[in-house]
Structures are given as C-alpha cells and as structure tokens.
C-alpha cells in the first residue's frame, strides 16, 4: 500500500507505481497523461475530423451537424486505434490541403498594355529605358515612333499566377494512362475496361492525388503569369524626376 495515502493504491497500481513512491511522483504521471491525451486529442481535431450526418430523429431537425471523427479512442484497443489511425491518414492528408488562392506576386508595368508587353517591375524602370527615346526604326518616316513623354500613358497591372496543382493529371488522367500502358503491356490485347473502378476506389483515387497538389504548390510556382486589374497612368513630371534620382 502507499504509505502516505493508502486509498490511492488501485491509481498508483494503474500507473505501475509501487507504495513507495511519493504522490508527487503519482501527480506526475497523472498531469503527463493529460498533456499525452490534450496532445492527441489535438491531433485529431485538426487531421481527423469530416463532416458528419444529419439526424434523422425530428427533434434534431434544426440542430446543427457535428463533425465526426475518423478514429475513436474510446473502446478502441491499441491495435483497433491504430488500423483505423492507418486507414485514416490519407484522408487526413487530404483535408490538409488547403484551398488554393491565385498567388498575386506585385506589380507590373507596360508602354501599351498589351499581352507580353509587361517587362517592367515600376515605373521608374520603365522611364529609364523608355522616356524621350524617338525611334526612327529603319529610317523611312513611317516607321518613326515617338518617345514617351510627360503626359503619355502608361500601363499598371497585377500580376497573377496560376495554380500549379492545375497542371498535374487528374483521377482521369491517371486511369486513362493506366489503360494507355496496359495496352502497351505484354497481355494488351486481352485489356478491356481497365481499371474498372468502383465509386469508393474513384473517392479514394481523389484523395490519393490531394497531397500532390501542395507539392506543386510547394516546388513548382511558375515564372509565368497573366495580368489583371490593368489600368492606365498618365506620366507625370513627378514621374519622371523620381526615375531620374532612382
């Protein structure tokens, strides 16, 4: 028995604890699980949790819809806990994915706005390379272009690239190409339907092909863009006196 506090002894027993040690040593491990079990609980309130089913009882009928959680530690034995755990993860993976913004990486400027024309990263570059300079072009008076000067315009515009995950094949790609390949195989010409996937293989095939998106989004940010927003400027003699001193 705990020599100071003998009612405790069943506690001590369940944290393997022998009557010799203090009940500091049991407040110990007590205050442990319950960081070791927060800890848990945090983990799946934030991989493991899906949308739940409406009831079907009346009286729930206005009530909302509480997430459900994928893994149960509540009468699970460890080796139960961890095959639903194992199952659970590629749909936490998924739902890890978060939805994806148009990446909008600063400013750009244009002498005529049109496509392909947005070389510039400010105005001020822009002017230095563009202000004053008359072309004569092949020297024939119809090809003359004039410089840009106070009170010409200019071009403004965003920058917006696009998402990366765009580019990657989807679950119709993937099962195009596995038939593409099983044909090319050895036994090709005996390929039919292939594969022939059910409606929760297709559901899993999705979640599957959900984590490559962040690793696109991650690794492959294009150095290509389009523009949005564009809206003229009129060049100003502010303009070009900062141009200068930059």
Known sequence: MPK???ELA?????????????????????????RFADLLHAVEREFFMIPGEPSEEPEDADQPVDDECLVSRWGSTPTEYLKQF?????????NAVPAYDALITGEK?????????????????????NYGHDSDGDG???????????GGTVYRGI?????????????????ERMYENACDSDAGEW?????????????????ALAPLKAWAR???QPDFFTIKDITPHTVTAEDVSRSRKS
């Open 140 to 150: 024939h008076p119809a090809s003359y272009k004039p410089g840009l000067y106070e």
């Open 159 to 175: 920058v917006c690239k696009d998402d990366p995950a765009r580019f990657l094949p989807d679950a119709d790609d993937v099962t």
């Open 86 to 94: 194992k199952a659970a993860l590629p749909i936490a993976a998924a």
């Open 218 to 220: 991650k690794h492959c």
């Open 191 to 207: 390929v039919d339907a292939y594969p022939d996937l059910s409606k929760a293989a297709e559901a899993e095939l999705q979640i």
């Open 109 to 129: 400027w244009s002498l005529d706005g049109e496509n392909g024309s947005w070389d510039y990263d400010s105005l001020d570059d822009l002017l230095k390379d």
């Open 4 to 6: 100071h506090k003998p």
């Open 10 to 34: 069943a506690i001590y027993r369940v944290f393997g604890l022998s009557s010799n040690h203090e009940l500091s040593t049991l407040l110990v491990n007590i205050e442990n699980t319950k």
